[in-house]
């Protein structure tokens, strides 16, 4: 069991301890897997920390990088939208700022997907 | 095309069509109880419960995983406790509009589904850039996003023929929609769509913003709620949060930029929080 920072929660992880907010409601018993959603949810009862199942250097796998290909794809058609805009330093700044975001969405790559299944079995 | 521009007057437009929609009255009510300090959360819950639908509607979104609570809230009352005033007028105003536009013709409706998105993802980045610069009225905010691109619906809806010419040139172009309505049809979505807020009587700044929400510099007392706007539109294209009718990025307006002074640096964060923001409202709205 490790205590984790809600910024460093990410969903999958099992909860080891029950979660309450500041007046002691439950909001995700012990046993659940957490959700993206989960985590919005703490964060906006204030939750500070976490008690989650694992060990250290299994939450640390939890950075996956996308697939090469399918990230040059998805800036190409970000370039051709920003195409008219791009001469102003500000709309760099928004361009960068969206790849980055969009590329974190797109699809994990193959063999790190399949090492993150055992924990991931949730859907 | 035919040689001889036809000067259309959208004023005319709008008064034509006779089965523009209107706004529930329930829904003016509310929005006028929640304005009015004096009013408690009975008066409000009273004007609720008088209506089935939106009662219904509240009850399911406060017993929503969005608001994570772990026993069910059975009374209006409760509800509005829980979640704020405005958070309720915000609901019913979105849900309301939502449903006024509602189309039955299926191929239509999924092209209405990303306007949707669009609209929904310019809202959250309006409340979320509020936030940000600590504006005092963020709910407000939100509408003015969701509501910022009416004028495409209307014209969508009521003009099916115009409303297709502007489609092929975009397509055709690779051109922004605003600049294809002005060379096409004379006047734009924003023009509509200032139209249709006045005859819905909404707040004078929720129609500046929709009238200005490209040159917010003219949205006279209004034109920081104005600029909010223009920036959360540019951020969630940039984001592809559903389809605003093209394919492009429309330049960022150095005025409302400079106006609003945000910070380069913190243009990331605000995205995130945008993108997060967005998944979460989208999953309980649909």
């Known amino acids: ?123 | 095309m035919s040689m001889k521009k036809r000067i259309r007057d959208p004023k005319k437009i709008i008064d034509r069509i006779d089965d523009l929609p209107t706004l529930p009255r329930t829904v003016l009510k509310i929005t006028e109880l929640v304005n009015d300090p004096k009013s408690s959360a009975k008066d409000l819950a009273r004007v609720i419960t008088d209506d089935q639908i939106l009662t219904a509607r509240l009850l399911k979104l406060v017993n929503s995983s969005f608001y994570g609570l772990p026993q069910r809230i059975s009374t209006v009352t409760g509800a509005i406790v829980l979640i704020g005033f405005d958070a309720i007028r915000n609901l019913l105003l979105t849900t309301s509009v939502f449903d006024l536009f509602a189309d039955r013709n299926r191929k239509r409706q999924q092209k209405q589904e990303k306007f949707w998105d669009h609209s929904l993802g310019c809202a959250v980045g309006a409340k979320v850039i509020g936030n940000y610069l600590r504006h005092d009225n963020i709910e407000e905010l939100f509408v003015a996003g969701l509501l910022h691109d009416i004028g495409k619906i209307v014209e969508m809806m009521f003009q099916p023929d115009e409303f297709s010419k502007v489609v092929a040139a975009i397509s055709k172009e690779n051109i922004l929609m605003i600049t294809a309505e002005n060379k096409i049809l004379g006047y734009s979505h924003a023009e509509i769509g200032k139209l249709l807020a006045e005859k819905w009587n909404l707040p004078a700044k929720l129609i500046q913003i929709i009238a200005h929400h490209h040159q917010p510099d003219v949205a006279g007392s209004f034109a920081m709620e104005a600029a909010i706007v223009h920036l959360a539109d540019i951020f969630c294209r940039a984001l592809n949060m559903g389809f605003g009718g093209d394919n492009k990025i429309p330049p960022l307006d150095r005025y409302a930029w400079e106006s609003l002074k945000i910070q380069t640096s913190a243009i990331e964060s605000i995205m995130e929080t945008m993108r997060d923001e967005y998944g979460d409202i989208r999953s309980f709205i649909s």
């Open chain 1, 1 to 123: 069991m490790i205590c984790v920072n809600i910024v460093d929660l990410k969903p999958g992880m099992v909860l080891a301890q029950s979660v309450q907010n500041h007046q002691g409601v439950l909001l995700l018993d012990a046993g659940t897997k957490i959700t993206k959603k989960n985590i919005r949810i703490f964060k906006s009862w204030g939750v500070i920390e976490v008690s989650v199942k694992g060990e250290l250097d299994e939450l640390k796998a939890a950075g996956e990088t996308p697939v090469a290909g399918v990230k040059d794809t998805a800036e190409m058609e970000l370039k051709a939208r920003f195409s008219n805009v791009l001469d102003d330093p500000v709309m760099v700044e928004i361009f960068n700022a969206a790849c980055k975001l969009l590329i974190k969405d797109l699809p994990k790559n193959e063999h790190e997907k399949e090492n993150s299944r055992p924990k991931k079995n949730y859907r």
